[in-house]
């Protein structure tokens, strides 16, 4: 059973920047896909972005698209996330996930491997 720890949360203020890491007991190399996931207090958990093992092709939310970078270190066994120009609205508990193929990576459908989360806190 894969296990998966983040780690890199936290409380910034608005405009800040914060950097999720994410690490596999197995390691990622052996991986179909990965990412990240997000549930603010009373909503729905929701994708925030996502890598392909095999060619490192990433998507991103829309609310994450040109702030938020994924990035998978296979070195270092890492998954990132860099989250720029952070507002309280993303504030919220994310989770590092693992899929496999027909892994759903905007709701979290068929999604195997989840990890803890790591709580970002952005205040205003």
């Known amino acids: 059973q894969m296990q998966l720890v983040e780690s890199g949360g936290g409380s910034v203020a608005s405009g800040g920047t914060l950097t999720l890491s994410c690490t596999a007991s197995?390691?990622?190399?052996?991986?179909?896909?990965m990412g990240w996931f997000r549930q603010r207090t009373g909503k729905n958990r929701e994708g925030v972005a996502n890598?392909?093992?095999?060619?490192?092709?990433?998507h991103y939310s829309k609310f994450a698209t040109g702030r938020f970078t994924i990035s998978l270190d296979s070195a270092k066994n890492t998954l990132s996330l860099q989250m720029n120009n952070l507002t309280p609205e993303d504030t919220a508990m994310y989770y590092c996930?693992?899929?496999?193929?027909?892994?759903?990576?905007?709701?979290?459908?068929?999604?195997?491997?989840w990890g803890k989360g790591t709580l970002v806190t952005v205040s205003s």
């Open positions: 890598i392909y093992t095999d060619t490192l092709r990433a």
């Open positions: 197995d390691g990622f190399a052996s991986t179909h896909s």
């Open positions: 996930a693992v899929g496999v193929p027909g892994s759903d990576y905007v709701d979290g459908d068929r999604i195997p491997y």
